[in-house]
């Protein structure tokens, strides 16, 4: 690394050469650089700053303190009056004196080096937020949401409770009650029975309870129960709505439905009646569309997946659509997800049949006729010279039908006339 005082010296000889006559390179081997390195100094300033690299070593600003200065800060900044102060509070202390020393940031930097600029007493370093603990869902009884809600009773200020618990994965409703109070009793009592429900002291895994900040959800003899059962307790961030999304949607399609009793019911019996009947349709009846349109309960069985293979070879066999691509069975679902685990999520989604690979697997029983027009479909666009923006696609040819002994120009009269093997 070459000096600023250097670089100078150096440029000044090497053009005072190149005026009496020498070549520009020749001059510069005999200083020891390139004539790169000699225009690269031209060009960015390198003969006014100097070397620009983080590691060149640089000479001492003039207003540098010595030694003895640095000792006097130190001696200073530890006197009993300044122990415990803040170079903040040391400086315009000493100024009212008619003492100027060193600047605030020279007082903390002498300080940091010597390891006095920690903090006093109580006080913690600042912490930052910590991400979401996130939670992936691969199969049935991994993932629990629970909540609770009011439903409206006739009488004014008079509410019920309602409390679900709903597997992730399945977005089965796998537990619920309905109480004319709110208690940590009735919480733990839910949870209880629910474990025993799904059978969850067989799995080596126990499952995560998510749920909000409710104080009801955090009660001490909730907790307490989640300990005895093996269950992990999961949290929502505070003041974050929407950690806790899949709970709070089964409320808001729990309250649009058109047996929900917009005025209230009439009593506890009331409230418990609908929510049963709520429940037996959601899980057996009600085609969820976060999970494929299959029943919460078929996917809780497992037998989403055969159903879904059934719906796409019954859609390949029909050839509704050339362009429909293949369903398959979503395979995991994830809550307060970030960015690692949205790659994991990509990483096991399913793979989809493309439009190409079907008509590769069919094209042994189509018409030669639709190979020609598959063909002249996928030729791409005409871009038109001077309109870069603007693009237009290339009509296709029209084809000669060999079993018609007629031109086709049209894609649905090609695709009346598929015939089926």
């Known amino acids: 690394m070459?000096?600023?005082?250097?670089?100078?010296?150096?440029?000044?000889?090497?053009e005072s050469a190149n005026r009496a006559g020498a070549r520009l390179r020749l001059a510069c081997e005999?200083?020891?650089i390139d004539v790169r390195t000699l225009q690269r100094w031209k060009a960015h300033q390198g003969l006014v700053k100097g070397d620009a690299r983080p590691g060149a070593m640089r000479p001492l600003p003039a207003h540098t303190l010595s030694p003895q200065e640095r000792a006097n800060v130190l001696?200073?900044?530890?006197?009993?009056?300044?122990?415990?102060?803040?170079?903040?509070?040391?400086?315009?202390?000493?100024?009212d004196e008619g003492v100027y020393i060193a600047s605030e940031s020279t007082f903390a930097r002498v300080l940091r080096e010597h390891g006095q600029m920690t903090r006093r007493g109580r006080a913690r370093t600042p912490s930052s937020a910590r991400p979401p603990t996130t939670h992936v869902a691969t199969a049935p009884r991994q993932v629990w949401c629970w909540d609770m809600t009011f439903l409206p009773a006739t009488v004014t200020g008079r509410w019920f409770h309602l409390y679900l618990i709903l597997d992730l994965y399945s977005r089965k409703i796998v537990?619920?009650?309905?109480?004319?109070?709110d208690a940590a009793e009735h919480a733990a009592?839910?949870?209880?029975?629910?474990?025993?429900?799904?059978?969850?002291?067989?799995?080596?895994?126990?499952?995560?309870?998510?749920g909000d900040n409710g104080a009801t959800l955090k009660a001490t003899t909730v907790l307490a129960m989640l300990h005895w059962l093996g269950v992990k307790p999961s949290y929502s961030r505070p003041r974050v709505s929407d950690d806790n999304a899949y709970a709070e949607?089964?409320?808001?399609?729990a309250k649009y439905r058109p047996e929900f009793p917009v005025t209230g019911f009439e009593d506890l019996n009331a409230a418990r009646n609908w929510a049963a009947g709520f429940v037996q349709w959601y899980n057996f009846e009600h085609r969820h569309s976060g999970i494929r349109y299959v029943t919460p309960a078929q996917r809780h069985a497992g037998d989403d997946r055969a159903l879904l293979a059934a719906r796409h070879a019954l859609y390949v066999q029909t050839r509704l659509s050339l362009k429909s691509p293949g369903i398959t069975a979503i395979t995991m679902h994830v809550i307060n997800a970030h960015r690692r685990?949205?790659?994991?999520?990509?990483?096991?989604?399913?793979?989809?049949?493309s439009v190409k690979e079907e008509i590769n697997c069919q094209r042994a029983c189509w018409p030669q006729c639709l190979d020609a027009h598959i063909a002249s479909l996928t030729r791409g666009h005409a871009t038109k010279p001077g309109y870069p923006n603007r693009h237009r696609?290339?009509?296709?040819?029209?084809?000669?039908?060999?079993q018609t002994q007629r031109p086709v120009r049209h894609t649905h009269r090609l695709l009346l006339q598929l015939r089926s093997p």
């Not at 070459?2 to 090497?14: F, K, M, N, S, V």
């Not at 685990?341 to 049949?353: F, N, Y």
């Open 2 to 14: 070459i000096g600023l005082e250097d670089r100078q010296r150096l440029a000044r000889e090497i």
């Open 30 to 32: 005999v200083a020891g």
């Open 75 to 95: 001696r200073v900044a530890n006197e009993p009056r300044f122990a415990d102060m803040p170079p903040a509070r040391i400086v315009p202390m000493l100024a």
């Open 175 to 181: 537990g619920w009650e309905v109480h004319d109070s």
């Open 189 to 210: 009592h839910l949870v209880r029975r629910t474990a025993l429900s799904e059978g969850i002291a067989v799995l080596e895994t126990r499952p995560v309870l998510h």
């Open 249 to 253: 949607a089964l409320f808001r399609t």
């Open 341 to 353: 685990t949205l790659d994991l999520r990509r990483k096991h989604a399913p793979r989809t049949v």
């Open 393 to 402: 696609r290339s009509r296709p040819k029209p084809f000669f039908d060999h």
